[in-house]
C-alpha cells in the first residue's frame, strides 16, 4: 500500500477489517467530504443482497454526508461494481481496489 496516501491506506485497511471480521466475499470503506470514514461487509441473505461498497456508501448517506473523497474496495474478484459512487459522488472520486492481503490492484475513478 505503499503507492497510497495514508487516509486511503487507511480505508483499505478498514475494508480488509471488515472483511475478515465477517468473512463475507468482500468490504468496503468509503471517506466522506469531512474525513469521516464507513466500512461495510458484503451482504448476502434470501431477501436482500448488496456490495460491500454499496453498504458503506448507505450507511455514509444515513449519517447524512454530502459527498465522498474516495472509497476501497477489498475482493479477491477481478472487478468492482463503483457504479453507487459514481451516482452518489460524481465524477473522479478515486476508488482503491485491493486483494485480500491488502495488495493494491487498481485504483479506478468513477
Same mark, same amino acid.
Given at each position: 500500500? !505503499?503507492?497510497? !496516501?495514508?487516509?486511503?491506506?487507511?480505508?483499505?485497511?478498514?475494508?480488509?477489517? *471488515?472483511?475478515?471480521? %465477517?468473512?463475507? $466475499?468482500?468490504? *468496503?470503506?468509503?471517506?466522506? !467530504?469531512?474525513?469521516? %470514514?464507513?466500512? +461495510?461487509?458484503?451482504? *448476502?441473505?434470501?431477501?436482500?443482497?448488496?456490495?460491500?461498497?454499496?453498504?458503506?456508501?448507505?450507511? $455514509?448517506? +444515513?449519517?447524512?454526508?454530502?459527498?465522498?473523497? +474516495? @472509497?476501497?474496495?477489498?475482493?479477491?474478484?477481478?472487478? @468492482?461494481?463503483?457504479?453507487?459512487?459514481?451516482?452518489?459522488?460524481? @465524477?473522479?472520486?478515486?476508488?482503491?481496489?485491493?486483494?485480500?492481503?491488502?495488495?493494491?490492484?487498481?485504483?479506478?475513478?468513477?
Amino acid at each position: 500500500m !505503499s503507492d497510497l !496516501s495514508a487516509e486511503d491506506a487507511k480505508l483499505v485497511t478498514l475494508a480488509r477489517a *471488515a472483511r475478515a471480521r %465477517t468473512r463475507a $466475499a468482500e468490504g *468496503a470503506a468509503v471517506r466522506d !467530504s469531512d474525513g469521516r %470514514t464507513y466500512a +461495510a461487509c458484503t451482504v *448476502a441473505l434470501d431477501t436482500v443482497e448488496l456490495t460491500a461498497l454499496q453498504l458503506a456508501v448507505a450507511m $455514509a448517506l +444515513a449519517s447524512g454526508v454530502k459527498g465522498l473523497e +474516495a @472509497a476501497a474496495v477489498v475482493t479477491e474478484s477481478d472487478s @468492482a461494481d463503483v457504479g453507487v459512487v459514481r451516482h452518489f459522488a460524481g @465524477a473522479n472520486i478515486p476508488v482503491v481496489l485491493a486483494l485480500g492481503t491488502g495488495e493494491v490492484r487498481d485504483v479506478v475513478h468513477t
